[in-house]
Nanobody, 123 residues
């Protein structure tokens, strides 16, 4: 089974920053939608930031201006830089990929997932 590899989670205080990374096999990464989702206890999985196969990047309203996607294409790696973290950002962050197109609001339709990395923000 294809695995996306995430890293970079941890515990920070409110206002802090973290950078998550996700590496995918090349045949998945190239041309795929790549995205970050998160899931808090008792809540549904939600999209955080998505890069489509082109150059379009989508961010959830709750993270706009604070989170940024960047990429190291040569390494098939996508990053999520998170700044000004708040307790409500706490959750399991999962990297996902889907080809050739994707539905941001429907994580169940995405075919490739990592195991997730925990982000905990304390007040």
């Amino acid at each position: 089974q294809v695995q996306l590899m995430e890293s970079g989670g941890g515990s920070v205080q409110a206002g802090g920053s973290l950078r998550l990374s996700c590496t995918a096999p090349q045949y998945i990464y190239k041309g795929a939608c790549m995205g970050w989702f998160r899931q808090a206890p008792g809540k549904e999985r939600e999209g955080v930031a998505v890069r489509t196969g082109g150059v379009i990047v989508w961010y959830a309203d709750s993270v706009k201006g604070r989170f940024t996607i960047s990429e190291a294409n040569a390494e098939n790696t996508m990053y999520l830089q998170m700044a000004s973290l708040q307790p409500e950002d706490t959750g399991m962050y999962l990297c996902a990929a889907e080809t050739p197109t994707c539905r941001v609001g429907e994580p169940a339709t995405w075919g490739y997932w990592g195991q997730g990395t925990q982000v905990t923000v304390s007040s």
